[in-house]
């Protein structure tokens, strides 16, 4: 058991990757719940889409995930982003291209 410990596999987690881990759990319950929502069909078929392109559960959901926390980000800062923008987001999943998103930023 020790050595499990001195592997990092049981290492107790920092205040900072508790809230990391949350944060993911979060995002990966909201893909749950529009996965089963027939108010986001295109979920559905984007996951589908990812599943044929032999990506795995886990790979597509957190896929999804990361798209989700995106449009949730742009939405708290009351962007011009929309349902469609983020299901145009989910088309070009595997591939995530943020280069053009952070202009305002600058």
């Known amino acids: 058991m020790a050595q499990l410990f001195s592997l990092g596999i049981f290492a107790p987690m920092n205040s900072e990757d508790r809230d990391k881990q949350r944060r993911k759990e979060l995002m990966l319950r909201g893909v749950e719940d529009q996965l089963n929502s027939g108010d986001t069909p295109e979920v559905r078929v984007h996951y589908e889409r990812l599943l044929s392109l032999g ?3 886990s ?4 896929l999804i995930a990361t798209v ?3 449009y949730i980000w742009h939405t708290a800062r009351h962007d011009d982003y929309t349902y469609s923008d983020y299901v145009a987001e989910l088309e070009k999943l595997p591939e995530i291209d943020w280069k ?3 202009k305002d930023d600058a």
């Open 100 to 102: 053009d998103d952070d």
């Open 59 to 62: 790979e597509a959901r957190e």
């Open 68 to 70: 989700l926390a995106f």
């Open 55 to 57: 990506h795995s559960d």
